[in-house]
């Protein structure tokens, strides 16, 4: 085993690196809590007592691709969302999509593709990719995603020597930190690249249903339209951002059936299914849709509230999605640490989602800000950034 040699030169995790930074120093207020995008609106009441019906089948061991009525329930929602029709055998139940994004590089990268693999990351990026690629003895190529490039990676600009060593391209949008969203010809133009190159793309959606005017184009809808061979795109969603059900730890994945099954069988040896009761809820939540408007609507109002303290900054950018802010600085490190020592907010520099690379590190003159807090709070702590950071 050569993992030490592999993982070696990774960074630690951010969370642990934030309280190495922050933790020794007395926050300059009281504190409030940007850092961690763990959504807190209220979810349905109606789940506590759908789970309360349902404790009785904890006593039943739970279907390893999720039950024929939570398939059924997440099928008919891809056909609402994105109007794309998946049989069963397109769909498999994840403990969240960190389980499922993981599990899909080490089910489906070969380990020889013109040489070792490589899988494609964006830069920023959500850390498991990178710690995907690494199991499986790939190659992780970290393609910045600034804003020359509209906060998404160009996959395109790769020489065709990397292209055809790629196994998997990871891809969020809408997009962890920085919120953008991937146009239809962006998707299109992938999905293309992807067909020239024979790689399949991991769509991690799961920042999907929070958006500020217009819901973001799926990476399926648009393979579909296409015409894209049905093993190229593999999309990624949850309950956590959606429903604000981030301890349900319930997701899903749905691509083509040859690669799903190739997950599923991964699972039946080395994963661990959903317990029942948590499926008969998440049945129920991915019916609905009345709960993730009146959540949409709360961070509609966040939007504008970050747009009033914080649009004359410069470069702000308003994000289209999801609820993040992507917000310059001089540098990520200091900024945070002052805003702590000074105000008691607390945020997360940008570096430590980001990899460094031969042009510097692309998120190192950023700080992500999660607004996941009260509306109230969120503006609170927005404004103490503001007169610390930026007057």
Known sequence: MVFPERFSDLPAYAFPRLRTLLDAHTPGGDPIAMTIGEPQHAFPEWVQDVLAAHTHEFAKYPPNDGSPELLEAIAA???????????????????????????????????????????????PFYQVYAVAALSVNAEPVYVSATAETGHLPDFASLPDAILDRTALAYICSPAN??????????????????????????????YSEVWRDAAPVGALQIAKEMGADPERVLIFHSLSKRSNLPGLRSGFVAGGPKSIARIRQLRAYAGAPLPLPLQRVAEKVWADEAHVDESRALYQQKYQVADQILGDVPGYVAPPAGFFLWLPV???EQAALKLWQETGVRVLPGAYLSRDTAEGNPGAGYIRVAMVAPTQTVQRGLSQLRDCLYD
């Open 330 to 332: 001089q540098d990520g």
């Open 77 to 123: 929602w891809v056909g609402r969302r994105y109007d794309v029709s998946l049989n069963d055998d397109q769909i498999m139940v994840l403990n969240g999509t960190r389980e499922g994004l993981y599990n899909a590089a080490m089910a489906l990268c070969p380990e020889d593709k013109n040489g070792r693999p490589v899988i494609l990351t964006p830069n």
């Open 177 to 206: 930190p920085q919120g953008a969203v991937a146009s239809a010809e962006y998707w299109r133009s992938l999905i293309a690249l992807a067909e020239k190159h024979d790689f399949r793309i991991l769509a991690d959606e799961c």
